[in-house]
């Protein structure tokens, strides 16, 4: 059953309605828990996704050396499938339609309908071009460098984002509880605060760590596959 989390947290968020804390309040980690499933979820395709432009470089310069030592695009397709990867895992599958007799450019190109990667895709055209055509290994080569710089500012992006969240995640688990506090101790001496007292307590023991939460997803989310 999908969403058992937010379901769980549903129930605790209706509980808290009935003893008497604020809707947004008691809902906040039932939104915080299906966000992050929901996201989770999301990331799963996009996962596999990395992993491939992951091994790409790797791959492609496997299958440019064997290509230029002269053995043939089948024999090296078979090698590839042989590995544990996700390439190897698709290449598998490019071999069993090989082996009930499709064509070997008909093959290569059926992996494209399914897995969503751009160069993944263009790796594939030029491996069915040198099939009909022949030619170099150079375009091959010219992906395999393309990847690389592809990844390495995917790098340092992800290096400049882990710190914004990571700033973030400070302020909103630390700075903010600690000025919420504040605002409860010495702002009722002097004013009027809004909140009930089961609402004054369940906001920095749920809603903080709910928002904290969400953070920390979005990071585990963001992060590259390293190949």
Do not use: C, H, Q, W
């Given at each position: 059953m999908e969403y058992k989390i937010s379901l769980t947290m549903l129930g605790l968020g209706v509980a808290l309605v009935y003893i008497g804390a604020s809707p947004w309040i008691a809902l906040s980690p039932f939104i915080s828990a299906f966000l992050i499933e929901y996201l989770l979820k999301t990331n799963i395709k996009n996962k596999?996704?990395?992993?491939?432009?992951?091994?790409?470089p790797s791959t492609i310069?496997?299958?440019?050396?064997?290509?230029?030592?002269?053995?043939s695009l089948t024999e090296v397709i078979k090698h590839v499938s042989q590995s544990k990867t996700e390439i190897g895992r698709i290449f598998k599958s490019v071999i069993r339609e090989i082996d009930s007799g499709v064509p070997v450019p008909l093959a290569l190109e059926d992996t494209k309908k399914i897995e969503n990667s751009e160069n993944f895709s263009k790796f594939i055209n030029r491996l069915?071009?040198?099939?009909?055509?022949?030619?170099?290994t150079g375009?091959?080569?010219?992906?395999?460098?393309?990847?690389?710089?592809?990844?390495?500012?995917e790098m340092k992006r992800h290096s400049s984002k882990t710190m914004m969240y990571s700033m973030v995640l400070i302020v909103v688990s630390s700075i903010v509880p600690a000025m919420f506090l504040a605002?409860?101790?010495?702002?009722s001496a002097f004013m009027r605060v809004d909140f009930s007292?089961?609402?004054a307590l369940l906001i920095p023991v749920v809603v903080f760590p709910s928002i904290d939460a969400i953070i920390v997803a979005m990071m585990q989310i963001k992060r590259p596959v390293v190949g």
């Open positions: 596999k996704t990395k992993r491939i432009e992951s091994e790409l310069a496997m299958v440019s050396a064997m290509l230029d030592s002269g053995i069915i071009m040198m099939y009909r055509f022949g030619g170099s375009p091959l080569d010219s992906l395999a460098n393309k990847v690389i710089e592809e990844r390495k500012i605002y409860l101790v010495v702002g007292e089961i609402d």
